[in-house]
Structure formats: structure tokens, C-alpha cells
């Protein structure tokens, strides 16, 4: 494979430090020449290690991607808005995490396990889904294709890490507030996230769904390429450090059984199968924490409706939901010669 020159933006927050991690876990996954860190003006400077080697984050702007293959961008909308289209001037391929461009017509927006095939179509700027959407849609799509699924209702039990390095500092830190009988401090969230869940993630709109709740509904339905599918979410922070948890329900167009399922399941790429109830065996997050797969478990019937099933569905946020993602895209581009 081509040797690429590649960038991290974003590179000294939680998933820019997760995408290194993965790098240095797995030094042959990239064929990397060259690598950039970049950042804010605030972390410019920083020290991180890449293949044993010290590096030193710049300043990121308009001119950091000069001779830049792929970049992945971990900084957040406002960042990807203002550099991503001047990246894509330079002739760089744009992996961007944040939710600034995935329901544009024109930018693919990616699960390597679904749709991969739309990665060819991209205009320079190819998105990264929502943490959750991608854990629920990969679990999901070997069902879509083995019946069809025609509603889904989501509950999310999502990570305070998905927030950032600083909610995960706060959900320490109040943890040992109340533990030692101390005033708990909230900063990073409206109320009290130890012992504690907020059916909250991000803003509200009108009608009282979050923007975390219609990324999950509108996502899936791009990424599947279906709008005519009923979905309905509600997202809750949780007081876990790493790992996404969702309770799935879904009703399929035609009928299926559990053993059908788990079949299709069984031979999917980057889902497991975690599932013995008689032995307490179900996914957890603290299980999954550090693996790229996708986990599922608590696979049932629904007894009250025809062709109801549930599912519970676990990942590494931080991992599958985000950096792993973004790294399976590169390694697709490389291997099809996209770059």
C-alpha cells in the first residue's frame, strides 16, 4: 500500500488521543509516512508519543495540511466548519467526527461495516457518525438485511466520556465528593452526574427531543439508506467512564426467530455475541472498554407484539463510536487506492 502523510486535529482531546492509541496498538494498520498533531492555540505544544517517538502538537490552521493525505478531524463542529473545507483545498481527505456535515446530501456519512461502497462518492469530506448511532446500526443491519426492520425504539446509556476529558474529571472528582461527605461541584454538566443519570445530551428543540436523540434517528436512516423506518430515541448520560449501552427494541417487516437472528449476527463483521442469561453473561461496558467491536446481548422475542425483538448493545465510544471508525475509513481509502 501507498505510504500516507496523515493528521490528527484534535489530536490532545479524548478521541484524537484514542486515534494515537490505536496507532501505536496496531503499527502496521496504517501505512503512515509522515504524521501531524494539531490542535487549539491553548494545546499547541503538547507532548505525545507516536511509534516511541516524541511529537510535538502544532497550532492547527488553514496551513497545516499542506502535503496531507487523510485527516482526521476530533475537534468539534466549529473547528471542522472553519478547516475542513481549506484542508480539502490542499488535497486532503477530510474524516470528520464531529456532527457538522453528516446529513449534507453530498458528504458519506460511514459505518466500514455497512455501507463502505459510499466511501468512493466523497468530495473530499467523508463523516463520521454519532458514537451511538454507529454501535446500534452495526448491530442492526445484519437484521435489516436478513428481514427488514420497520420501527426501532432506542434508549442510549451513554458514557460521560463521550462528553470529554473534563466530564470525565468531573464524574471523578464528585464521586470522591461524596464519598468524603463534600459540596459536589458541577461544571461540565447542569446537575450532578456520580450516582446519578441525566435524560439530557445536548439541547432541546421545540418539541422536546434532544439533538443527540434526532443524530441517532436521523443517521441511522441516511446510513441505511431507508426514511420510511419509524425510529424513536431518548439519549441519558450515565455515570460510567467509558462504554455506550443501548436498549433496543425493534419490530421487522417479516417474521424472524432468535436463532435466525443469531445467526445472521454470529457472521457479521465487528459484532460478538455476548449472550447466556442463564449464566449472567451480557454485555457490559466495563467488558467492553478497550475493544473495537461491537457487543450484543439479551437478545429476545417480544411476546406483546408480532415481530418485536430486544436487543442490549454495548461498545467502547471512544473506540468503535468514534476513533476506530474513523481508522477503519482510512484504511479503506488506502487499500482502494482512493488517496
Known sequence: MKKINF????????????????????????????????ASDKSAGT???????????????????????????????????????????????????????????????????VNPDEIKKHKGIIANPNCSTIQMVVALKPIYDLAGIKRIIASTFQSVSGTGIEAVEELKNQSAQIISGQEVECKVYPYQIAFNVLPHIDEFDEMGNTKEELKLINETKKILNDWDINITATAVRVPVIIGHSESVYIETVEKTTVAEVREALSKAPGVIIYDKPSQKQYPLPIDVAGKNEVFVGRIREDISVENGLNLWIVADNLRKGAAYNALQISKYIVENNLV
Open 47 to 113: 507532548k505525545l508519543y507516536f511509534n516511541s517517538k516524541e511529537l510535538t502538537v502544532e497550532r492547527a490552521d488553514s496551513e497545516s495540511f499542506n502535503d496531507v493525505d487523510i485527516a482526521i478531524f476530533c475537534a468539534g463542529s466549529d473547528v471542522s466548519i472553519k478547516l475542513a473545507p481549506e484542508a480539502v483545498k490542499k488535497g486532503t481527505i477530510v474524516i470528520d467526527n464531529s456532527s457538522a456535515f453528516r446529513m449534507q446530501k453530498e458528504v458519506p456519512l460511514i459505518i466500514p461495516e
Open 7 to 38: 493528521a490528527i486535529v484534535g489530536a490532545t482531546g479524548a478521541v484524537g488521543r484514542k486515534v494515537l492509541e490505536i496507532l501505536n496498538e496496531q503499527k502496521d494498520f496504517l501505512p503512515i509516512e509522515d504524521i501531524k498533531l494539531l
